[in-house]
């Protein structure tokens, strides 16, 4: 993951972390391009909280009314969509050790795909076509932009799994936003029928073939780095980036189909390439060198839990014989558990990206201290307590969400909404004032000067 070639001086580094020892190479962008997704995503994930708890009925009664749609597009587009997306403007240059093509295009795409994501859940929302006609034409644009700035690092010759896991999850991508273009263009005419087989290929489409496999491959660089585990062999995880995608293209057009023994073949497929990761993911466990357990963990294996529960809500949904209602809150809770999956495990990676970065920022000033002379480290710059009731929140919110669509009891569904939207502000508030705490005076015996802290606070106020 290093970088260690030193940039000429015409060519200088476009990232404060680049110049750090052992530090991510000139390729990496300015902080402010991933953050700016990262606040999105955490406003998106407030969003989607609130539009769930005000539309507790629809999403019980009438799964795929266009109320329920715009609360699962506000989960998908503007949570977990834009989240992957800036860690992936963060990521692919890393990987790749080549930077975006562009830093301006970062940011044209940011706002186009930020307000086509908020538009199309308004559009279905409110009943308005040309509404979500245009959102979608938005984000088209915007998803657009992000492969072709994204292509320049994801070009390279790197056949690792992380590498080849992420060219596969952004051509989900873009199969993902043109199967939803064919709806979006037209609606009244009703020439592309938004039938429950074809939104759940859909769903399948962009829950597990783009955020997903974007989760599967990125963690399979950041796993090892964060628990300091090891494995000379890319293991299971090589697995799950073959099958994942191979039983995706038999799943799909088996769901758009409705031919049965497609759909089953492609579902086996598609859990041995989910297995796969979850093997992948308890080995590197495992094979942690710090064997305390803390907070990053419990999210890793609250998430891994929710995949596991979803498998087992398709596999009933599928084999058992239920009324066509209980069926019908089963593929629910399916696709609820895969939500699940992978906030739980986003949320709880940020709180390991997010330090990082600010991290770095702070040690290229200069800045390798804290107030009261002891060295800043990650855990300076956000409070382990709070991040474990982010998580507590999290799984609390989706086991109720859960329990509430398969037993239709709508309350649940509101408290869940009221949750979600909560853990977001608190998450938001721990990782955002992050560099802050780094001022804190915990000891008045600091050795850090004035002019260090001064230099200090104006890093915080200018980028953060």
Known sequence: ???????????????????????????????????????????????FGIALA????????????????????????????????????????????????????????????????????????????????????????????????????????????????????????????????????????????????????????????????????????????FLLAHRPTPGPGAWAVRLIPLGLFILAPGLVLGISWIVAVGAIVLIGGLTAHLGSLFDYIYKRRRRKFDFYQGFLLA????????????????????????????????????????????????????PFINWGLLRSKGLATRQGGKQLLFADLFESKIAWISLVGLVLSFVLLDASVVTTISQGIVISGVFLSLVSLITMWNLGLGPKRALRDENKGSVLSEKDLSMMRNIHNKQF
């Open 54 to 225: 005000f539309n507790a009925g629809p999403v019980i009664n009438n799964p795929t009314g266009h109320q329920v749609l715009a609360v699962v597009h506000l989960a998908l587009l503007a949570f977990l969509s834009t989240l992957v997306i800036g860690a992936l403007h963060q990521f692919g240059p890393v990987l790749g050790s080549k930077p975006l093509r562009s830093i301006k295009w970062a940011t044209l795409s940011f706002w186009l795909f930020v307000i086509g994501s908020w538009g199309l859940p308004l559009g279905f929302a409110t009943g308005v076509s040309v509404l979500v006609s245009i959102s979608g034409a938005i984000v088209v644009c915007g998803v657009a932009i992000i492969i072709w700035n994204l292509s320049a690092p994801l070009s390279s010759k790197d056949k690792s799994v992380s590498a080849t896991g992420l060219r596969w999850s952004l051509t989900f991508l873009v199969i993902t936003v043109f199967f939803g273009m064919l709806y979006a263009l037209d609606r009244e005419n009703n020439w592309f029928l938004l039938v429950p087989h074809i939104v759940l290929a859909h769903a399948h489409l962009g829950l597990i073939g783009w955020i997903g496999l974007s989760y599967v491959a990125v963690s399979e660089k950041l796993l090892p780095m």
């Open 303 to 354: 998430s891994a839990s929710f995949l596991v529960l979803a498998i087992i809500f398709g596999l009933i949904a599928a084999l058992a014989h239920a009324s066509t209602s209980l069926r019908t809150h089963l593929v629910e809770d399916e696709i609820i558990s895969l939500t699940a999956w992978l906030s739980i495990a986003s949320v709880g990676h940020l709180h390991k990206v997010i």
């Open 1 to 47: 993951m290093t970088h260690t070639n030193t940039p000429s001086p015409k060519s200088r580094p476009n990232s404060p972390i680049s110049g750090l020892p052992g530090a991510l190479g000139s390729a990496v962008p300015p902080p402010i391009v991933p953050f700016r997704f990262f606040i999105a995503c955490g406003l998106g994930l407030i969003g």
